[in-house]
């Protein structure tokens, strides 16, 4: 029982050891981040652009679509008698539709988009889907804002 703890008492002080010795070698740039702020990506943009210029507006949520209100009602209706468990945090299941809507935009195939969606709503509440509940969800994600 010695032997072990000493070889446990010496692993754990070289690993303090290296980790020490990694510290040393860090590059500590407190004292240069201080002296000269670096600029930010908005404050490039705007020196690059030219003043005639218009700003584009850029897409809310990165491209993907995003349902109003009426439209969140409706998924989250459609998915609920698809599986009750779908919609167990309302907010994710929103979430992984518009990542489902994303793929039927960027027009992957339907087995793709039904494989990926099937992979996006299992697990937690919903431990696992079938193919036909999967193509379920796309058309619920279709009829309710993807179009």
Do not use: H
């Not at 010795?21 to 490039?44: C, H, I, N, R």
């Not at 030219?50 to 998915?79: N, V, W």
């Not at 167990?88 to 960027?106: F, P, Y």
Request: charged letters at 30%; a positive charge; one cysteine or more.
């Amino acid at each position: 029982m010695k032997r072990k703890t000493r070889n446990w008492v010496i692993g754990g002080a070289a690993l303090f050891v290296i980790g020490a010795v990694g510290s040393l070698f860090q590059d500590d740039d407190s004292s240069e981040a201080e002296a000269k702020p670096k600029p930010s990506v908005t404050e490039s943009v705007k020196k690059e652009s030219k003043p005639e210029e218009k700003p584009s507006k850029p897409a809310a949520g990165g491209g993907i679509p995003s349902p109003d209100p009426a439209q969140t009602a409706r998924l989250i209706r459609a998915l609920r008698t698809i599986e009750p468990g779908l919609v167990a945090k309302e907010d994710r299941a929103v979430d992984r539709a518009r990542n489902v809507c994303s793929d039927i935009k960027a027009d992957k195939g339907t087995a793709t988009v039904r494989a990926n969606a099937k992979l996006r709503y299992e697990g937690g509440t919903v431990p696992s889907l079938t193919d036909e509940q999967a193509g379920q969800v796309v058309t619920a994600v279709r009829s309710s804002f993807c179009n």
